[in-house]
Structure formats: structure tokens, C-alpha cells
């Protein structure tokens, strides 16, 4: 297991060097959440127009109980796991390079960034998938998000994969009760 976490190490001292000052602007915008409003609104708005009144209340509830779920679940593996950022890390942080100001709470793993994203790119695929083709390049934001993670110095590729996987199972845990409801309710 220690091999595995000096493998995780490497990476993320290999991947958080790539990073560039004049980018740094960037990844720090992809980093923050308000920065993905604007997809929300309109996956929100795509969703009100293709949804009948009724149902579309009760996606919403779902998809307010999808993130709520992760985000939770994501704080208490941190408690659990009690796995140091790599910005709160001593051995680390005075050779890597951190972008945010402020890092974070003590503890990384999982990244709930990782695992919001792609639950919510897993649960609107899934959704709306059969009105457009477009919406698999969810998944390019979600990684997009995730990896920002790691450039600004927060996280660890494994803080981030398990953060995908865990999106994506409760992406599509979600979708699938709410799709059980609505064909009860129909």
C-alpha cells in the first residue's frame, strides 16, 4: 500500500509541475465552483424544457439529494481516512506548487470537486442523453474540473480517481430512483 501512495505521490509532484504562471488565472476560475454556474443554469433550463412540470420538481429534489450525498460522503471519508492534502503535507508543500490561496480543509481524500462534477455529468448523461448526443462531453468538463485539482496543488490523483468513480456510481444510483419513481408515477 505504501508503494502505491509513493506512486500517487510522484504523480501528483510530476502533474502539479507542469503547471505555468500564465495559467495558473485559468485553473483557478476551472477550480471554483461558481465557475460552472453558467452549465448548471443551462443543463437546468434544458432540463425544464424537455421535462413535464411534475417531474421536473422532483428531478430537482433529486438532484439537490444527488450532490448533497456526495459532498456528505465525500467529508466523511476525509474524516476517515484522515489523508493529509498535499498542501498541508510538510514533506511536499515546499516543492510543489500551490495556486489556491487557502488550501482547503486538513484532510483530501476524496475530492468532492471529482466526484460532484461527475455525478452530475453521470445523472444529466443519462438524463437527457436521448434528446442530444452532446451531453457525453459532460464528462470532459467533469475531468477538466478534476484535474484542476491537482494543478492547483489540493489534491492527489488518487483523491481524484476515486472521486470519479464515486460521482459516477452515485450519478447514476440517483438517476436510476428517479427514473423507478417516475415510472410508478406515471
Known amino acids: 500500500m505504501e508503494t502505491l501512495f509513493d ?10 509541475s507542469l503547471g505555468s504562471k500564465p495559467f495558473d488565472l485559468l485553473w483557478l476560475i476551472v477550480t471554483n465552483k461558481i465557475s460552472s454556474f453558467p452549465l448548471y443554469i443551462f443543463l437546468l433550463i434544458y432540463l425544464f424544457k424537455k421535462t413535464e412540470s411534475k417531474n421536473f420538481s422532483l428531478t430537482i429534489l433529486v438532484i439537490a439529494l444527488l450532490i448533497l450525498f456526495t459532498d456528505q460522503m465525500s467529508n466523511f471519508f476525509k ?9 498541508h503535507n510538510e514533506d511536499l508543500n515546499t516543492y510543489i506548487r500551490i495556486v489556491k490561496e487557502g488550501c482547503g480543509g486538513l484532510y483530501g481524500f476524496f475530492s468532492a470537486h471529482a466526484a460532484n462534477s461527475f455525478a452530475i455529468a453521470t445523472f444529466f448523461y443519462f ?3 436521448k434528446y442530444s448526443k452532446h451531453f457525453k462531453y459532460l464528462f470532459i ?9 491537482i494543478y492547483v496543488g489540493v489534491h492527489y490523483p488518487i483523491d481524484i480517481i476515486f472521486g470519479i468513480f464515486f460521482g459516477i456510481f452515485s450519478g447514476y444510483v440517483f438517476y436510476s430512483f428517479l427514473s423507478i419513481i417516475n415510472k410508478k408515477i406515471k
Open 7 to 16: 506512486l500517487d505521490k510522484s504523480l501528483f509532484v510530476f502533474l502539479n
Open 79 to 87: 474524516i476517515y481516512f484522515e489523508r493529509l492534502r498535499p498542501c
Open 127 to 129: 438524463k437527457l442523453n
Open 141 to 149: 468538463w467533469a475531468l477538466i474540473v478534476s484535474y484542476s485539482r
